[in-house]
C-alpha cells in the first residue's frame, strides 16, 4: 500500500486521482510504482491477476497526463464488450471517456473524433482493426504533431502472442504505435502470460526497453477442481444445484451447438441460463450479455467469445464443459470468477475426446509449425494439470515461474488439497497399451484408435477384432484386470505426456519415439484411481469437504442484523439506479462499497467520501440519496 492520499496533493498527482476520481485512499502492490512510470513517460508490460487492478495502471496516468495538457490516451482494446464497459464505468465516475467501433452511427462517430481531435477526450477505446486504419493513423499523427497524444494502454496484451498468429493479424501491426509515435510512453497489460508469451509480446511490441511489473498470479478465493467425464451435463448440475444455486456464473463449451444445448438443457432444470457465441444475431448476444451483466442469478454458457473485459465483480463460478487450449486460457477464463474477492469455484470436466479434439485443433491450424510445437507444449502443461494428484494451485502458479506452498490451508482450497485422491501405480499398464499399438503396427502396419485398443487389451472379441484378427495378438486380454474407464485415464495421460500421439480424421494412436522410456520400464506412471482401479493398487487419503452455496448470498463484510437491513436497502436503491442509468449495477457502486456503507453507518456526506469506491462525482450525484436510504432503513 501507497501513503494515504493527502488532501493537498495537487490536481493531477496520482493519489489525488485515486481518491478524487475513484474513491481509493491508496494503491494496492505495484499500482502506485507502475502508474509514476507511465506518468513520466516510460514504457511498462504488466502482469496483474484479473481483479488486481489493472485498468487504473492506465487509467490514472491517462488522467494525469490529461490534467497536464497532454491530451488523449489510447486504448487497444479487443471486445466490444470491455469498451462498454469500461466507458461507462469511467463517464460514471465524471471521466471523460468514449470508444470508437461499429455499434456507433455515423454521427456519434464523427461526434467522438471531434471531442478527440480537439483534445477534450480523456481517455478513448478502439479495437486494433480500427487504429490500423489509414483515417485513424492521420488522426493520431494530427494529435502527435500538437502534442496532444498523452500514451498508449493495450489491454489484454497476451491477445498479440495469442490471437494474432492465428486470427485478428491486426494485432501483429501494433508495433507501429513505438515506430510512428516513439515518444509516447506505452503500456501492455494482461492478467497472464508464462516466458515464452512474455518474450512474444515484448518482440512484437517492440518493448524491450520497457519495465516489466509481475504481481503475484495466485488468487486465494478461488477454488479449482477437475474431475473426468461421466455424463458432464448432469456433473454440472449437480455442481451448481449442490454450491451455486442462486448465482451466476459462466459455463464454457468448445462449440456453438453445445452452447445452444448445454443452455437449452439447463434452463429445463429449473436453472437461469442463457447462451453466447459468435453465431448469434448481434442483438441477441447484447441481450444476453446485458441480463448477465444486470441481473444477479444468470448463468451464461458461452464459448470463448464470451467474457474477456467483462467486469462483473460477483461470478461465483466459472466451469468447462470442455479442455482449454492452454493453462494461459485456462487462468484467464476461471480468472472471470470472484473479482470481488469473494469465494468462488473454477470447475472443469475433461476426457479423453477433450485431449484428441485440442491436439487435431493445433494440427489444423495454419500457424506455422514453430508456434504450433510450442502450442502443443502448452496444451501438454494444461493436461498435467488437470491429471495431477498433488495441489493443483502449487502446479498453477508453477506455470508462472511462482512458488508457492499447498493450498490446504486455504479456505478455497483445491479438490486435490480438501479430498486428497487415491492413486495407483500405472507403469505396468502404461506398458502394455504402448506394445498393443505396437503389435498393432507389427501386424500389417495398421493404426487404430482407442476404444479398439481397450477392447483388445481387455480382452473383448468384439466383430472388428475377429476380422483383423487381433484376438490372436500376445497383448490381447493382457489388461483384463483394468477397467475401460481406467485405460482411457491411461491413454489420456500417454498422450498428454507426448508417448502416444493421434493421427489422421479418426484419431488413430501412433508411438512416438519417447515411447521406448515407458516400454524400458524407465518411467513410473502414478495416476488417479477411479472408482474401479484395480485392487491392492490405491493409496488412500482423508476425504473432507467445504460445501458452499450461493442461496443466501452474504455481504463481503460481516454485518448484524441492522446492518443486513441497511445493506438490502442500498442494493435495491443502487438497483433502481442502475436500470434509470442502463448501467450494471456494479458500475454504480459495487457490493463491497455498499457493505461498507451498511457496516459505517456514515451521517454526512464528509463521512460517506470516506467509503472506499466513493469518488467525487459519486458523492456529488448520489450522496445525499445515500444518506437519505441509510437512514431509513
Not at 445452444?260 to 438443457?265: H, L
Amino acid at each position: 500500500m501507497t501513503e494515504p492520499h493527502s488532501p493537498n496533493a495537487a490536481p493531477s498527482a496520482p493519489t489525488h486521482i485515486l481518491h478524487d476520481v475513484f474513491g481509493y485512499s491508496a494503491f494496492r502492490g505495484a499500482q502506485a510504482e507502475i502508474v509514476d512510470h507511465v506518468i513520466k513517460g516510460g514504457d511498462a508490460l504488466v502482469l496483474m491477476p484479473t481483479g488486481g487492478g489493472k485498468s487504473l495502471c492506465y487509467q490514472v496516468p491517462a488522467i494525469a497526463r490529461h490534467r497536464r495538457e497532454q491530451g488523449v490516451a489510447l486504448v487497444v482494446s479487443p471486445l466490444i464488450a470491455l469498451m462498454h464497459d469500461q466507458v461507462g464505468a469511467l463517464e460514471e465516475a465524471g471521466v471523460h471517456a468514449a470508444f470508437l467501433n461499429s455499434t456507433l452511427s455515423l454521427d456519434d462517430t464523427q461526434r467522438i473524433e471531434r471531442e478527440m481531435m480537439s483534445g477534450r477526450l480523456v481517455l478513448l477505446y478502439v479495437a486494433p482493426e480500427r487504429l490500423t486504419t489509414p483515417r485513424m493513423l492521420a488522426q493520431l499523427d494530427s494529435l502527435h504533431e500538437r502534442g496532444l497524444f498523452s500514451l498508449v494502454a493495450i489491454d489484454e496484451a497476451h491477445c498479440v502472442s495469442q490471437w494474432g498468429h492465428d486470427f485478428r493479424e491486426d494485432y501483429l501491426q501494433l508495433n507501429l504505435l513505438h515506430e510512428r509515435y516513439p515518444d509516447v510512453p506505452r503500456i501492455a497489460l494482461t492478467a497472464t502470460a508464462d516466458d515464452l508469451t512474455r518474450a512474444d509480446i515484448i518482440e512484437r511490441l517492440q518493448l524491450q526497453d520497457a519495465r516489466v511489473f509481475i504481481s503475484s498470479f495466485d488468487r486465494p478465493n478461488i477454488r479449482y477442481a477437475v474431475v473426468e467425464k461421466d455424463d458432464a451435463r448432469k456433473q454440472l448440475l449437480r455442481f451448481i444445484q449442490d454450491d451455486h444455486e442462486g448465482d451466476a456464473g459462466i459455463v464454457y463449451c468448445q462449440s456453438r451447438k453445445k452452447v445452444d444445448e448445454t443452455a437449452a438443457w439447463l434452463v429445463t432444470e429449473g436453472i437461469s441460463a442463457l447462451p453466447y457465441h459468435a453465431g448469434l444475431d448481434a442483438d441477441v448476444r447484447k441481450k444476453h450479455q446485458d441480463r448477465f451483466l444486470r441481473e444477479e442469478s444468470i448463468v451464461m454458457v458461452a464459448t470463448i467469445a464470451f467474457g474477456m473485459g467483462i467486469d462483473k465483480p460477483d461470478v461465483r463460478f466459472v466451469a468447462h464443459l470442455d479442455l482449454p487450449k492452454n493453462i494461459e486460457a485456462y487462468y484467464q477464463e476461471t480468472g472471470r470468477a470472484g473479482r470481488d474477492g469473494q469465494p468462488a469455484d473454477a470447475w472443469m470436466a475433461y476426457g479423453l475426446a477433450d485431449v484428441v479434439n485440442q491436439r487435431r485443433m493445433i494440427d489444423e491450424s495454419p500457424a506455422a509449425e514453430e508456434f504450433k510445437r510450442g502450442q502443443r507444449g502448452k496444451l501438454d502443461a494444461l493436461l498435467t494439470l488437470a491429471e495431477a494428484h498433488d495441489c493443483r494451485r502449487v502446479r498453477l502458479l508453477a506455470y508462472f515461474g511462482e512458488e508457492s506452498e499447498r493450498c490446504a490451508a486455504y479456505q478455497n482450497a483445491c479438490d486435490n488439497c480438501l479430498i486428497p485422491p487415491a492413486t495407483w501405480d500405472a507403469t505396468e499398464a502404461a506398458r502394455k497399451a504402448l506394445s498393443c499399438v505396437y503389435r498393432f503396427h507389427q501386424n500389417g502396419g495398421q493404426r487404430y484408435g482407442a476404444a479398439h485398443l481397450i477392447d483388445v487389451l481387455r480382452g473383448k472379441a468384439t466383430d472388428k477384432v475377429v476380422q483383423r484378427g487381433h484376438e490372436t495378438l500376445s497383448t490381447f486380454g493382457i489388461g483384463a484386470d483394468v477397467s475401460e474407464a481406467q485405460w482411457r485415464v491411461v491413454l489420456r495421460q500417454l498422450i498428454a505426456l507426448g508417448y502416444l500421439r493421434t493421427e489422421g480424421e479418426y484419431n488413430t494412436l501412433e508411438l512416438t519415439a519417447s515411447a521406448r522410456e515407458v516400454l524400458r520400464g524407465e518411467v513410473q506412471m502414478l495416476l488417479r484411481q477411479q472408482s474401479d482401479a484395480p485392487k491392492g493398487k490405491a493409496k488412500t487419503g482423508r476425504v473432507t469437504r467445504t460445501a458452499r452455496g450461493g442461496k443466501d448470498k452474504p455481504p463481503p463484510l460481516p454485518l448484524d442484523e441492522q446492518g443486513l437491513e441497511r445493506f438490502a436497502a442500498l442494493k435495491a436503491w443502487r438497483a433502481e439506479v442502475a436500470s434509470e442509468h442502463n448501467l450494471p449495477a456494479y458500475v454504480v457502486f459495487h457490493d463491497a462499497t455498499l457493505a461498507e456503507m451498511a457496516q459505517a453507518q456514515p451521517d454526512s456526506l464528509d463521512a460517506l467520501a470516506q467509503i472506499g469506491g466513493v469518488g467525487a462525482k459519486k458523492l456529488e450525484a448520489y450522496g445525499r440519496e445515500i444518506l437519505r436510504v441509510l437512514e431509513g432503513a
